[in-house]
Each structure stands twice: as structure tokens, then as C-alpha cells.
């Protein structure tokens, strides 16, 4: 099972049910309420697809069997009483039957998110974070913050640098292996700027709390 989620830890009701609030694991946003039983959330974890329980055909449902608009399991969470779980998903497609996004989205709102999917550095600032604590051997990570403020800093002009050349190779001639070669830069860009904040122990916020004063100037 997901660390967390054990199928005897969760109170089901008299019905032998479960709620189920479905998360988008890129930003936040409710997509639907469902309900599970013991064999839904079994088949979700086993499978890595999310499943529920159907009350109206009284079976095991999953989701997106017949749209092809599966949820991807990302996250399993129970909430304190233990009568509720949080499920974060990748969805594929729309949600809700009306093909919107959401369930909770208004008829015609699109089906598509707008949002850059920025709320998943969170994640990867805590894995940084952990490491800065941790220190585990053999991580690269770990060898960065190892070598103080000159290695990290380091590391953040040179990816600077090769974001420059991967933009002038761009420019001069754009493709798809010149737009996925500026992506992967510019990642280990924001990878390197994020562990020289960890070494600092500047914490991002601060840098969103500067954007933010700037943007309202």
C-alpha cells in the first residue's frame, strides 16, 4: 500500500464506503468526489489507476474505463479521523463526463489546466531540503551542499551559460531537439539556483516575496 493508507486504518462506513476527494497533483485543484470500499482502493494502489466504487451500478469502477480519461495515481493520503482520503492524481484528459476539467468547473469552462504546473517545485525543494539535512552518501545533491557556496554558486553560472547557448542555438535555428535542449538547461537552471538557496538556507519563499513586490511597482 501507499506509506500512509492501509486499508484496515480506514473507517468505512455502514455501507462499507469511503469519500474520496480527488486532487490534480500539478496544482491543487479539486477535480471530483467519489467513494471508495476496500476493493476500490486495493485496485487503486495495485494498478496505479484510480478505481471507486459505483453506488448507482452497485460495482467496482474504474475510472476513465470507458472515456479513456484515467487518473493516475500520484498520492494517497487519510485524513485525521481517518473517515476521508485525499487522492492526488495525473489526470489524462478531462474529468468530469461534461468534459470539463472539474467536476466543480461551470458547463464549458475548459477541460485543459492553464496553470504551468510551478506548484511542483514545492516537491522538489522538500527532496533538496531533505537532502541539506540528511546528507546521503552518493548524492549528488549532498556533494553540491558539501562543497559550500563556491560549488554551488558555481554550478549556477555555468548552467547560466549553457541556458545562453542552448537559447542562441534556439534562435538560430529552432526545432524540437533545440526547444527540449532550453528546457533541460534551464531545469538544471532552477535545480542549481534552488540547492545554492538550500545552501544559503534562503528559503524560496523569500524570492517569491521580492517577484511579488516587484510585480506590484
Known amino acids: 500500500m501507499t506509506p500512509g493508507v492501509v486499508v484496515p486504518a480506514v473507517r468505512f462506513d455502514v ?30 494502489v495495485s494498478t496505479g489507476e484510480v478505481h471507486f466504487h459505483s453506488r448507482s451500478r452497485d460495482r467496482l469502477w474504474r475510472k476513465g474505463e470507458s472515456s479513456g480519461n484515467v487518473l493516475r495515481l500520484r498520492g494517497l493520503a487519510l485524513d485525521c479521523d481517518g473517515d476521508a482520503l485525499l487522492v492526488t492524481v495525473e489526470p489524462v484528459g478531462p474529468t468530469c463526463h461534461r468534459a470539463t476539467r472539474s467536476c466543480f468547473d461551470p458547463d464549458g469552462a475548459p477541460a485543459e489546466s492553464s496553470t504551468q504546473g510551478f506548484a511542483w517545485l514545492e516537491t522538489l525543494w522538500s527532496t533538496i531540503t531533505a537532502r541539506a539535512t540528511e546528507r546521503p552518501a552518493g548524492s549528488y545533491t549532498t556533494s553540491l551542499l558539501d562543497g559550500g557556496v563556491d560549488a554551488t554558486a558555481r554550478k549556477v553560472t555555468e548552467e547560466a551559460t549553457e541556458v545562453l547557448l542552448a537559447a542562441k542555438d534556439d534562435a538560430a535555428a529552432s526545432s524540437a531537439e533545440t526547444r527540449r535542449a532550453l528546457a533541460g538547461e534551464t531545469a538544471d537552471l532552477l535545480f542549481h539556483t534552488l540547492v545554492l538557496l538550500a545552501e544559503r538556507d534562503l528559503d524560496p519563499t523569500e524570492v517569491v516575496a521580492a517577484l511579488r513586490a516587484r510585480h506590484a511597482r
Do not use: Y
Open 15 to 44: 455501507a462499507g464506503l469511503v469519500p474520496a476527494v480527488v486532487q490534480d497533483g500539478v496544482d491543487g485543484r479539486v477535480l471530483m468526489l467519489a467513494f471508495m470500499d476496500a476493493a476500490a482502493l486495493e485496485a487503486t
